[in-house]
């Protein structure tokens, strides 16, 4: 028997903290034993049953997880390595991590770097590594510090929270985004030259507005990201990783046609393994962890769906790792 944030769906939905017989663990080839995991937004969304994400009933909640490889018929991984896994659709179509063990496959699987311990690599997560894919992209489209500042939205939240840190030790110029005043110092302290309110973003804007944004990192979608792509400056690239405001995209082609801004879908979930393995190396190189600690609060697994209902109401700003066990 092993512990595991359970969803259920009949008679009705209940998200709890259950002991699970160890042979409902699903088919796979590497066992791991679950040393820390995270709460991201899909994750608090799928515990508080307020987003389409589990496909299939029952699910054990929890895309992301770190730990101990206990049993193993897969070449690349043998007993005691440790390891990470984000994203593959596990918490939504295959039982997840918030679990005191997984049964995952491990092509899905990435070494757990040296220069992070399982719970530093929680505290990065699927929305820290998303951040690193975001940054990435912007290098890759010829965005340097010196092509002018960079903008992130949704500044508080995971993506960031590290998308803050991570630029700004990189030499950029960080301007954060954000609907909670009162958490400028925090992104100060991670990085950001400015702050400005979200509320500057969120309402529907003209498709063709002043130029401001050599970058942007944008976490939250909507208008938010229709008025950020109308303020990019030529040549600029907005690196699109979420939906936090919503879904809709009401804009128009001036931007990308009269300015040659390039948006950058950013996919984490089925990344393939060596765009996975580069964003980790990167992480490794580029993360401050004395920042990456400034974003992390820690709860044990029991409080896991209380803090879910906290995020999706507002209330968490940067990182929440999970403790698994004792």
Known sequence: ???????????????????????????????????????????????????????????????????????????????????????????????????????????????????????????????????????????????????????????????????????SRLGYRVVAATGKASEAAYLEQLGAVGVMDRADLSAPGKPWQKERWAGVVDAVGSHTLANVLAQTRYGGVVAACGLAQGMDLATSVMPFILRGVTLAGIDSVMAPLTRRQRAWDRLARDLDPVLLEAMVQEVPLEGAVARAHELMAGRVRGRTVIKIGS
């Open 1 to 167: 028997m092993f512990k595991a944030l359970v969803l259920e769906n009949k008679p009705e939905f209940l998200a709890s903290v259950q002991a699970v017989d160890e042979s409902r663990l699903p088919l796979g080839d590497v066992t791991v034993a679950v040393s820390y995991s995270t709460l991201n937004y899909k994750d608090g969304l799928a515990i508080t049953n307020k987003g389409p994400v589990v496909r299939q009933w029952p699910m054990v909640a929890g895309i992301d997880g770190a730990g101990t490889v206990v049993e193993s018929s897969h070449p690349a991984w043998q007993v005691g390595d440790l390891v990470v896994h984000n994203g593959w659709g596990v918490g939504e179509m295959h039982w997840g991590c918030l679990a005191e063990k997984a049964r995952l496959k491990g092509d899905w699987l990435v070494r757990l770097p040296s220069a992070f311990t399982p719970r530093q690599a929680m505290a990065i997560g699927t929305a820290g590594y998303t951040a690193m894919l975001c940054v990435l992209a912007l290098e890759d489209h010829g965005i340097t510090p010196a092509s002018g500042d960079v903008l992130v939205t949704g500044a508080t939240g995971g993506v960031g929270s590290v998308a803050v840190a991570l630029l």
